[in-house]
């Protein structure tokens, strides 16, 4: 763990001195410079110290890198096609089993020839267009601002029955995790 970089980060950007942070927290300079160099490892209760001064939660110190904000710049997605480029998959990001994705239907296309199933769970909201969403017995028709839920393992599969395309942003959860 790297929790000293992450202090002195946010010590930084609050333009906060070590003279200060030592005066706030009762630490002696010299020991939030070595805290802050990762030549000392911390106590609990000097990191809830600590995270009280910055007015920052305990937890956010203690979170690994790779645990914290992931940001996917517009530029950075990833895209799929598929039908021959009749529906467009952006994949928006991700995260421990959670992913978000635009996917844009050419109009008369669906999400497959048949209905499908897979593990997880599953939130649409339609961004543009009218699309008839079906799963086993149920079929309903929805349009711009309309959103709706269904669990993933019961075949399903969404059909765009407008004149445009249609988008569909869509959150897919799996707890054993999906790869972008």
């Known amino acids: 763990m790297d929790i000293g970089s992450t202090i002195r980060t946010i010590r930084k950007r609050k333009a906060i001195t070590i003279a200060e942070m030592s005066k706030g927290t009762g630490l002696s300079k010299g020991f939030i410079s070595n805290m802050e160099n990762n030549n000392t490892s911390p106590s609990i209760n000097t990191l809830e110290t600590v995270a009280n001064f910055l007015n920052i939660p305990l937890p956010y110190l203690l979170l690994k890198k790779e645990d914290r904000m992931k940001v996917?710049?517009?530029?950075?997605?990833?895209y799929t096609t598929y039908q021959g480029g009749k529906m467009k998959v952006e994949n928006l990001c991700s995260k421990d089993g959670l992913?978000?994705?635009?996917?844009e239907l050419a109009p008369?296309?669906?999400t497959g020839l048949k209905p499908h199933s897979h593990e997880g769970e599953e939130c649409h909201v339609v961004v543009k267009g009218k699309i008839l969403a079906e799963q086993c017995e149920?079929?309903?028709?929805?349009?711009?601002?309309d959103s709706f839920s269904w669990s993933a393992s019961v075949p399903h599969m969404v059909k765009n029955i407008g004149?445009?395309?249609?988008?569909?942003?869509?959150?897919?959860?799996s707890e054993?995790?999906?790869k972008e």
């Open 108 to 110: 008369g296309e669906s």
């Open 163 to 173: 004149e445009e395309s249609a988008i569909i942003l869509i959150a897919v959860y």
């Open 72 to 78: 996917v710049r517009h530029n950075e997605r990833s």
């Open 176 to 178: 054993s995790g999906l």
């Open 138 to 145: 149920e079929s309903v028709v929805l349009e711009k601002g």
């Open 99 to 103: 992913r978000l994705m635009n996917v």
